[in-house]
């Protein structure tokens, strides 16, 4: 267990303490970690986590060893020692401490806000979790959060927001979860293949050949969160099934997950086409970005259409994402942002 103590009397009084009070602009927390291997992992490769915590949380982090010192205000310290002992906990359960994980756990504590009682071995993220055969995948935003509960509790989900703040991959995740629980006999995966439009015939392969490129992000999420040869397996067996939109209509779907990735490409009855699929112990899950629709100018989305139309429908959730939830990579939370700001140009049909 870590061993926490004070270079500052301030501190004295831990979570308790009257916030009137006058606070030193400076407070010390020195962490003594127990287990070695556990504390290189929650250091990370060229301290690279201690270096993302010190960025988040504006402190200055000190490791020599198995000994961490963190320096800051003592909103920022309290908050940077509650991080590292959550992910110290999480290490000595032989979990890797991805940066992804460590932007997790800070998003996490900074959710929770100040804790007068704390204790990283019991205290547990309230964010939900998917449990896979292969690993676990935590949320790691309040709206990542929002979106695995309403993935367990609806038939129809719409993720809508940026790239990057993890809309496909926990639906991939979700629908794997339900594969692999028996839940449902089939994984379904589509996407709109913008550029090629109704001329996939004349892409060379088979069908799957013709539209990997397109579906390329959904299978790193599988063989990710899956193991290789299940995979494979289940593709040759048409357990996991790659259909076209195109290729879509006219069938009714059952005991399935069916996943619409890119969905702000599809066209307004190409939507309606889709959503009506919905079979008995079915589940539907549409992911997109408003932001990037590569229709023909003057098209109007059938996500927009569709999100606006669908808002309020009982069995029906939306979970919108914004820059703030993205997790793929710091930059892109600042690229998504200034994208953002920039003026909107006159309505198209894009939203």
């Known amino acids: 267990m870590p061993k926490s103590a004070s270079d500052s009397p301030s501190l004295a009084p831990s979570r308790k303490f009257d916030r009137d009070m006058q606070i030193p602009p400076e407070t010390q927390v020195v962490i003594d970690f127990d287990d070695n291997r556990a504390a290189s992992a929650l250091v990370g490769p060229y301290g690279q986590n201690l270096a993302l915590v010190e960025r988040r949380l504006g402190i200055v982090v000190d490791s020599r060893g198995n000994h961490i010192t963190i320096a800051g205000s003592r909103d920022g310290c309290d908050a940077a020692r ?5 992910l110290y906990a999480q290490a000595l359960q032989g979990h890797d401490l991805s940066q992804g994980e460590v932007e997790g756990a800070i998003r996490a504590v900074l959710a929770q806000g100040s804790l007068f009682e704390y204790d990283a071995k019991t205290a547990k993220s309230s964010f939900e979790t998917i449990n896979l055969r292969k690993r676990p995948v935590r949320a790691r935003t309040a709206a990542q959060d929002s979106y695995i509960r309403a993935l367990k509790r609806h038939e129809m ?23 692999e629980r028996k839940e449902v006999d089939r994984i379904i995966l ?41 995979v494979e397996r289940a593709l040759q067996a048409g357990e996991i099934e790659i259909a076209p939109l195109a290729f ?37 899950i549409i992911t997109g970005d408003p932001s990037q629709v590569d229709l023909p100018n003057g098209q109007a989305s059938g ?21 703030e939830d993205v997790i793929r990579h710091e930059l892109v939370a ?18």
Not at 194 to 216: C, I, N, S, T, W
């Open 82 to 86: 509650r991080v590292l002992e959550t």
């Open 157 to 179: 989900v719409f993720g809508v927001g940026p790239a990057g703040t993890g809309k496909t991959w926990l639906a991939v995740a979700h629908a794997a979860q339900l594969f």
């Open 190 to 230: 589509s996407r709109p293949a913008v550029e090629a439009g109704e001329r996939l015939g004349f892409l060379p392969g088979d069908l799957r050949e013709k539209v990997d490129p397109y579906l390329r992000p959904i299978y790193d999420a599988l063989y990710d969160l899956m193991d290789s040869r299940i």
């Open 334 to 351: 600042r690229i998504v942002a200034a994208y953002e700001g920039l003026p909107q140009k006159p309505a198209t049909g894009k939203s």
């Open 303 to 323: 996500l927009a259409e569709a999100v606006k139309l669908l808002d309020g429908v009982e069995g029906i959730a939306q979970v919108k994402f914004t820059a």
């Open 248 to 284: 879509m209509r006219g069938r009714t779907l059952t005991n399935a997950v069916i996943i619409l990735d890119e969905a702000q490409n599809t066209t307004s009855m190409q939507m309606k086409m889709f959503l009506t699929r919905l079979g008995e112990n079915s589940r539907m």
